[in-house]
């Protein structure tokens, strides 16, 4: 992105941006039409259904290219997950694998690529017989360069996974023609083999998927505790920047770095003054106002425990905890011992 800021100019960059756009609300368009057409109960299903495609797709015309295979089976993938999970983002990696097995199921591709594979005669009547079937060995006689034999070793892995994958197509074509095949122990045995491959696929964005969710349900049920704390977003922002900058510091990670980070984030110039302008002391700015404490409250912000950075104004007879306190509080969680001791003060004040 860096890049594209810098070097490409300004009246590329609106229409280059533009085609972005428009590929990027089709393809979400798309996604969300493929989610409003299958019902609730088949969706977990689109994953398994986008991973078969390279094994369904024929043989000739367009799909008989390589290219045109991956950029097919990668765009299924992507378009599942967006289907399967628009607020989640596209797992990348998953729909890279999506296009090199597509790649891998172009008809010619096994051949093609040990077309290359060279093979020195051993002998010289070898190397004869060999000229008279069209075969040129490349290597002199019972010799081969180690380049060349790594090369050779490349092309054989590559013919041979390109077999497993075009077998794989095989053989749902032939149960297609065939079904009855697959209620024989030999028929059941081959399928068995046939769908390893999308079935692995599809397990993994699905477990994706899930995860992804759980992840998102995880933060916003944090995010509530913590505003049933006594936070404001603007609080619980300002604690995010300030707990990324420590953890980054304790990395090593030097200012520039942190700054980068926190900006990729929105949160280098979250707020105007904050933590950042407090080296000489003063009152906390969270969003153009102060953090008041004059009633009590939990303190999310700081460098570490026990470092004493945080600027506070007490008032006498006012009583304040450890963190260790806190913590325990909350049976190790600091959030649910703030919320604990938030519901003890409220409990005690009403007593007063």
């Known amino acids: 992105m860096a890049f594209y800021d810098k070097y490409i100019p300004k009246e590329l960059k609106r229409p280059i941006d533009k085609f972005l756009d428009f590929g990027t609300d089709t393809f979400k368009k798309s996604g969300r039409a493929i989610r409003k057409l299958t019902p609730r109960e088949l969706r977990p299903a689109l994953p398994f259904l986008a991973s078969a495609v390279p094994f369904l797709l024929?043989?000739?015309?367009?799909?008989?290219?390589?290219?045109?295979?991956?950029?097919?089976?990668?765009?299924?993938?992507?378009?599942?997950?967006?289907?399967?999970?628009?607020?989640?983002?596209?797992?990348?990696?998953s729909t890279g694998l999506a296009g090199l097995t597509g790649y891998m199921s172009a008809p010619e591709l096994a051949g093609n690529v040990r077309a290359g594979i060279d093979v020195p005669a051993t002998t010289?009547?070898?190397?004869?017989?060999?000229?008279?079937?069209?075969?040129?060995?490349?290597?002199?006689?019972?010799?081969?360069?180690?380049?060349?034999?790594?090369?050779?070793?490349?092309?054989?892995?590559?013919?041979?996974?390109?077999?497993?994958?075009t077998g794989t197509g095989d053989t749902f074509s032939k149960f297609a023609a065939s079904p009855g095949e697959l209620f024989t122990k030999a028929g059941a045995k081959e399928l068995g083999k046939a769908i390893a491959i999308p079935t692995s696929q599809g397990s993994g964005d699905l477990a994706y998927s899930y995860a992804s969710k759980a992840m998102r349900e995880f933060e916003e049920q944090e995010a509530e505790d913590l505003r049933q704390a006594g936070l404001s977003e603007t609080e619980m922002q300002?604690?995010?920047?300030?707990?990324?900058?420590?953890?980054?510091?304790?990395?090593?990670?030097?200012?520039?770095?942190?700054?980068?980070?926190?900006?990729?984030?929105?949160?280098?110039?979250?707020?105007?003054?904050?933590?950042?302008?407090?080296?000489?002391?003063?009152?906390?700015?969270?969003?153009?106002?102060?953090?008041?404490?004059?009633?009590?409250?939990?303190?999310?912000?700081?460098?570490?425990?026990?470092?004493?950075?945080?600027?506070?104004?007490?008032?006498?007879?006012?009583?304040?905890?450890?963190?260790?306190?806190?913590?325990?509080?909350?049976?190790?969680?600091?959030?649910?011992?703030?919320?604990?001791?938030?519901?003890?003060?409220?409990?005690?004040?009403?007593?007063?």
């Open 58 to 93: 024929p043989g000739g015309g367009i799909f008989a290219s390589g290219l045109n295979r991956a950029l097919t089976s990668s765009l299924a993938n992507a378009l599942s997950q967006e289907a399967l999970d628009p607020e989640g983002d596209i797992n990348l990696l």
């Open 238 to 352: 300002l604690a995010r920047r300030d707990a990324i900058t420590s953890s980054m510091l304790a990395a090593a990670f030097d200012q520039e770095d942190i700054d980068a980070t926190l900006d990729e984030l929105g949160l280098l110039n979250f707020a105007e003054g904050g933590i950042t302008s407090l080296k000489d002391g003063g009152m906390l700015d969270f969003g153009g106002r102060e953090m008041d404490l004059r009633s009590g409250g939990f303190v999310p912000i700081g460098k570490k425990e026990k470092a004493d950075d945080v600027p506070a104004r007490l008032s006498k007879n006012e009583f304040v905890m450890t963190a260790d306190a806190v913590r325990a509080a909350g049976g190790g969680s600091v959030n649910k011992g703030a919320q604990r001791m938030y519901n003890l003060m409220n409990n005690l004040e009403a007593r007063a």
């Open 124 to 165: 010289a009547r070898e190397a004869g017989i060999m000229a008279q079937s069209g075969v040129t060995p490349t290597g002199s006689v019972g010799e081969l360069g180690f380049l060349q034999g790594a090369e050779n070793i490349g092309r054989e892995g590559i013919a041979s996974l390109s077999d497993v994958v």
